[in-house]
């Protein structure tokens, strides 16, 4: 049995403290945090040395009101699916705290604010990028991939993956294939990352209607995907080191991430529980940080650890 929705949703806070955290919660914010931190770690990747900090923090900011308006459209769209399964009921438009016309407007708000940040600050490109994986999360994801197929997370991830290569071009303005290899990383990782959830909540997202992969050909298929995926995943994770990219910290990182993330989802396939499914998404999560938080100091660290060590012999 997957985790069932037995609880009731919250009472609705209707204080102001009440109703700016709904406005708060409409963006999901550790989501879009994890997000708007790929694409820093892709600003900061692209440029030798310091990067022009006003350049940063204007793209953050623009990729961050982006986010924050695709996740809200995410919520309008979906509010009655949300409203029957356990893990999404509490969200401001299933419990009805937030009215659709008030998200609207917000979602509307923040997608005009981020594209006016972007285009006046950082660059139009960025701009027309982060705009098509707005829409194509809020809109293409949502509207038409979900409800119709299982691949539905498999190509609408391309959204999600593009944080680390819209920072990129905020600060190059180019697409280069050092971006698209950060995309990719987080496009071959999104699969392990979302159907483990999947698994340990297939019978919400049966009961919901929604077709993720383990509700239309079950859990055993799902862990096999999940195994081959996180074997692609290994592999892209490793090509920057063979193309230079990054140094010796990076791969030491890497091999040590993947292994563990390797061992997660051989046990899932060999040895299934809705324990260790959660256990593998949260996995998942920490994966990711530490995958670009390791590049980082790749990036700015090695090359000095082996300019010293060369000083030393
Ligand atoms: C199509 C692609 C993706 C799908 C379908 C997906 C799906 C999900 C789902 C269903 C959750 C649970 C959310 C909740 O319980 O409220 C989740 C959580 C999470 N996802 Fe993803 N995700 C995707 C891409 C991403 C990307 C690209 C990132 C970041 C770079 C990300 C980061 C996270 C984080 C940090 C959480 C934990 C949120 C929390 O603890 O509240 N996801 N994801
Ligand atoms: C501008 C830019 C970079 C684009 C936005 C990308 C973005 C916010 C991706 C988030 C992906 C995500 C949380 C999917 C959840 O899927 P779901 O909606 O099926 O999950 P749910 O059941 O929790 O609502």
Same mark, same amino acid.
């Given at each position: ?41 892709? $600003? &900061? ?19 961050? &009101? ?12 979906? $509010? ?29 708000? &923040? ?22 994986? $707005?829409?194509? !999360? ?16 498999? %190509? ?24 698209? #290899?950060?995309? #990719? %990383? %987080? ?11 999947? &698994? ?27 195994? #081959? ?21 990076? #791969? ?10 390797? !061992? ?7 040895? !299934? ?15 990711? $940080? ?24």
């Amino acid at each position: 049995m997957s985790e069932q929705s037995t609880s009731k949703p919250a009472p609705v806070d209707a204080s102001l403290s009440g109703a700016i955290q709904q406005y708060y919660d409409l963006t999901k914010p550790r989501v879009v945090m994890l997000i708007v931190f790929t694409a820093f770690v892709g $600003m &900061l990747l692209a440029v030798p040395g310091m990067p022009d900090w006003k350049t940063v923090v204007l793209a953050c900011v623009g990729i961050w &009101l982006a986010a924050a308006s695709g996740a809200a459209m995410n919520q309008i769209i979906d $509010m009655r699916a949300d409203a029957i399964m356990a893990r999404t009921q509490n969200r401001p438009l299933a419990t009805g705290g937030l009215q659709v016309w008030q998200a609207v407007v917000f979602a509307l708000l &923040l997608c005009g604010l981020g594209m006016l940040v972007l285009v006046l600050w950082v660059n139009v490109l960025t701009a027309v990028l982060t705009f098509i994986s $707005m829409v194509g !999360y809020g809109i293409i994801y949502t509207v038409f991939l979900k409800p119709a197929t299982p691949q539905n997370i498999v %190509i609408g991830g391309a959204a999600g993956a593009a944080p680390p290569l819209l920072g990129w071009v905020a600060m190059t303005n180019a697409i280069t294939p050092e971006g698209c #290899l950060l995309f #990719l %990383i %987080i496009f071959a990782w999104t699969p392990p990352h979302f159907w483990a959830l999947a &698994l340990y909540r297939r019978e919400e997202y049966a009961a919901a209607g929604v077709p993720m992969l383990p509700v239309t050909h079950g859990e055993e298929f799902t862990r096999l995907q999940i195994l #081959l995926y996180t074997y692609i995943l290994v592999a892209v994770t490793l090509l920057p080191f063979t193309i230079h990219m990054f140094g010796a910290l990076y #791969l030491a990182a890497a091999v040590y991430l993947n292994a563990r993330f390797m !061992y997660y989802v051989y046990t899932l396939y060999r040895n !299934y529980s809705d324990a260790l499914s959660r256990k593998t998404f949260f996995y998942s999560i920490k994966y990711l $940080m530490y995958l670009f938080a390791a590049m980082l100091v790749d990036h700015y660290f090695w090359d000095r650890i082996v300019l010293w060590t060369l000083g030393q012999v």
